[in-house]
């Protein structure tokens, strides 16, 4: 098996823990994280732009994000698009400036939340395993082909399955700290 195609897995690999990182940078874990954010889009201009493009997003407290449109006439749709999003953080403005404060998390929100990271993280795993599957049935054809012999077939499918451990391991780390963060008081 050629480095091309050990590294084209790796990189469908490399995607899923990605995926995994932006999914769970969005759950709210109790502190202020201005990643919530990163999937809202404000009208501007009739262009659908990210709050971060439109203005400066700081973390002034640990339960606070402050936003600072950049253009005062942004500020209330920002305030609009915020409410209609599911990060289910009422916004509060002076005009100027948007707050969002986070409330502390209850016992039984955060045990949800647990729920939710874990089933991210299973999602990633069976990506990863399919992404596995996926990769020992091409180098199973190459053989029926005649382009790798059985030794090859056997070293390929043991490098792929290493590979697919250190991932899997990976997303388990992952997983584990954002839990840890949730469960944090």
Do not use: C, H
């Not at 084209?8 to 940078?25: F, H, N, P, S």
């Not at 929100?109 to 069976?126: F, I, M, N, P, Q």
């Not at 391991?169 to 944090?184: N, Q, T």
């Amino acid at each position: 098996m050629s480095r091309e195609e050990y590294k084209a897995i790796e990189e469908k690999m490399q995607k899923t823990i990605k995926v995994l990182r932006d999914e769970l940078a969005g759950v709210r874990a109790g502190r202020a994280n201005p990643a919530i954010l990163d999937k809202i889009t404000v009208d501007y201009y009739g262009v659908p732009t990210p709050i971060n493009q439109l203005a400066s997003i700081s973390v002034p407290e640990a339960r606070v994000i402050m936003i600072q449109p950049w253009e005062a006439s942004m500020v209330k749709e920002i305030e609009k698009e915020i409410q209609k999003s599911d990060i289910g953080i009422n916004p509060n403005s002076d005009g100027k400036v948007i707050r969002l404060v986070f409330p502390m998390l209850t016992e039984e929100r955060r045990k949800e939340l647990t729920k939710v990271v874990k089933k991210y993280g299973e999602d990633s795993k069976v990506a990863i395993r399919s992404i596995r599957r996926d990769a020992i049935d091409q180098m199973k054809a190459l053989k029926k082909e005649g382009q790798l012999t059985e030794d090859d077939l056997k070293t390929a499918e043991k490098d792929i399955q290493n590979m697919t451990d250190k991932y899997i391991s990976e997303i388990d780390k992952i997983v584990e700290l954002k839990e840890a963060e949730i469960l944090e008081v």
